[in-house]
């Protein structure tokens, strides 16, 4: 009891020594730092709360015209026409089918791609070959669109001459090949992080460079080779230009990729080229478009979260 | 001295290694290896002994640029594994490994044991089966995971996940198994069952074990290779080492007084 009292008593006897003292400059630069990274990393999350906010918005509007149920069910789309319907399903088949075609191509190639390069390729080869693919990320997107249209489309109609001149094979498959980079590209470098001592564990036991690549190395890589797929879904669903201009841009609820058909980005950007009232029903259609767009979106982005995360990495 | 009796399952001759960047790391480096036996390479950091190692199962061939000279005569082939016509894969087949850090695949407790036979083709499930739990029971392992197989290996701990690495390795029958420092990321009392295992190990295969415990080596071997700056500066059975070494360098080594 009295050693307690002393020791108390010593405690707040103690001057803080000016050497030891807070330092409040320091203190208040510390903060000031911490705001502005906080704002910059902010700033990403209130543009999409900002634009999530509009689309709302302005699809509300929409919906107060447009019954949800016409919205979902309606198998026609011509919110410009005067016999109007509002059916978003003809552009969801469009976007879904351009999408599907697009990864059919990117997601084998981008893989395989992506296994040579890690795994096979050798140091020379790799440090001219990728630069060189990830060039192809810088090629505008209408020109893309065009080479669809102009090249790959008369191409195609040689092996099916009855393919019309706008059409979702074009487009999908143009789109897919725009796509293999961003594929190889994040997979390659998910398989390069994977441990070396890895790879010697399989190579010691007498495996092959592809049992290696294969059975080894791709599952290990396996988080960030979904992550590659998802990034190019979401680059597939919100790509405009080469479906608006290859693909065609008559909604048309197909899910036959010989067909022309519209795409949800291909009718926006057809709408908003145009000259409409602001506060129109055709003006606020293009919201509500975008609306479902950013939901399909978000739908893969959310499943590829969850594979991931079923997936994470494992060594 | 050595026993007369024992035979020679390899040796190593003359052998010279350089890295690709032209550092020579072996120097003229001779050593028998006799079966069924346990052979310790030590000696300071950087003295070339997991250098010499891989060259058996050359692993060194995965990095281009890399040159062996010299043999790795492996009995009872009488072969230089070494040698350009020679197939590492199948030299690899013969010889495994196991390696500084627990290596498991991302795969099951199961699997990881089977990949060996997967990689060999084998597609019988009951000789699959057979072989991955008679290589669970050789790395003592199999009361532990037996209700378990198809956990993912890295749900074990580190000293099980060695063990395992081990049984993978032993699942294909090995003739030799190499062993890079297999204890230094593990625990006292892990240490000591890996060491147990590798006593338990020798009736069926030759071990070459390279450690930077020299404890470690008095314990299990029974030669011990000493090696300073990629030379084979002593080599003997390992009492001989431990108790008489007949170089200045490996007595200096072996007490402590450098290294």
Same mark, same amino acid.
């Given at each position: 009891m009295n050693t307690a009292t002393n020791m108390q008593n010593q405690s707040t006897a103690l001057s803080i020594s000016p050497r030891l003292a807070k330092n409040v400059r320091r203190n208040i630069k510390e903060r000031v730092i911490e705001l502005i990274l906080m704002l910059a990393a902010l700033s990403a999350v209130f543009t999409t709360f900002a634009i999530v906010a509009i689309l709302l918005y302005e699809s509300l509007g929409f919906f107060k015209v447009v019954s949800l149920v016409e919205f979902f069910t309606?198998?026609?789309?011509?919110?410009?026409? $005067?016999d109007a319907h509002y059916g978003i399903m003809p552009l969801v088949s469009g976007t879904l089918t351009t999408s599907a075609v697009a990864l059919a191509v990117a997601v084998p190639v981008g893989t395989i791609g992506a296994i040579y390069l890690s795994e096979f390729a050798s140091h020379k080869t790799r440090e001219i070959v990728k630069p060189m693919l990830e060039?192809?990320?810088?090629?505008?997107t209408i020109a893309f669109g065009y080479f669809a249209l102009l090249f790959v489309t008369p191409l195609l109609q040689k092996v099916?001459?009855?393919?019309?001149?706008?059409?979702?094979l074009s487009a999908g498959i143009v789109m897919g090949v725009m796509i293999v980079p961003y594929i190889a590209s994040v997979a390659e470098d998910a398989m390069r992080a994977v441990p070396m001592s890895m790879r010697e564990g399989s190579y010691a036991m007498g495996a092959t460079r592809f049992q290696t690549a294969i059975r080894v190395v791709t599952p290990a890589a396996v988080s960030g080779i979904v992550a590659a797929y998802i990034l190019a879904i979401s680059r597939a669903v919100g790509e405009t230009m080469v479906v608006a201009v290859a693909a065609g841009q008559q909604p048309t609820l197909?899910?036959?990729?010989?067909d022309g058909a519209a795409t949800i980005t291909a009718y926006i950007v057809q709408v908003a080229m145009g000259d409409l009232p602001h506060g129109s029903i055709g003006y606020q259609s293009i919201f509500a478009a975008g609306l479902v767009l950013f939901a399909l979106t978000l739908g893969f982005n959310i499943i590829g979260h969850i594979v991931r995360k079923k997936f994470r990495e494992q060594y | 001295m050595i026993n007369a009796t024992t035979a020679l399952k390899a040796e190593s001759r003359d052998l010279n290694f350089f890295y690709s &960047?032209?550092?020579?790391?072996?120097?003229?480096v001779s050593m028998p290896l006799y079966e069924n036996k346990i052979t310790a390479l030590i000696g300071?950091?950087?003295?070339g002994k997991s250098t010499f190692l891989r060259c058996f199962n050359r692993?060194?061939?995965?990095?281009?640029?890399n040159k062996y000279e010299g043999q790795i005569v492996m009995h009872p082939?009488?072969? &230089?594994?070494?040698?350009?016509?020679?197939?590492p894969i199948e030299v690899r087949m013969r010889i495994s490994m196991v390696f500084q850090k627990p290596n498991p695949f991302p795969k099951s407790i199961f699997e990881n044991v089977a990949y060996g036979l997967r990689v060999r083709g084998e597609k019988n499930k009951r000789t699959v089966a057979d072989k991955v739990e008679e290589a669970l029971k050789g790395a003592a392992l199999w009361n532990e995971v037996k209700d378990r197989?198809?956990?993912?290996?890295?749900?074990?701990?580190g000293g099980q996940q060695q063990r395992l690495c081990i049984a993978r390795a032993l699942a294909t029958d090995p003739e030799i198994m190499l062993f890079d $420092?297999?204890?230094?990321?593990?625990?006292p009392i892990a240490t000591a069952n890996i060491e147990e295992l590798m006593s338990e190990l020798k009736s069926k295969l030759t071990i070459l074990v390279v450690t930077h415990n020299m404890q470690q080596a008095a314990r299990v071997s029974d030669y011990t290779a000493y090696m300073y700056l990629g030379e084979m500066m002593e080599y003997g059975d390992t009492d001989t080492i431990f108790t008489?070494?007949?170089?200045k360098e490996t007595e200096d080594y072996i007490t402590g007084k450098f290294g």
């Open positions: 309606s198998t026609e789309w011509t919110p410009l026409f $005067e060039l192809l990320v810088g090629v505008p099916f001459p009855e393919l019309p001149g706008f059409n979702m197909t899910f036959n990729p010989m | &960047n032209g550092n020579q790391a072996l120097k003229s300071p950091s950087g003295c692993m060194h061939d995965l990095y281009p640029g082939d009488n072969t &230089n594994i070494l040698e350009a016509g020679v197939d197989q198809q956990d993912l290996a890295f749900n074990l701990s $420092e297999p204890t230094s990321a593990l625990d008489r070494p007949t170089r």
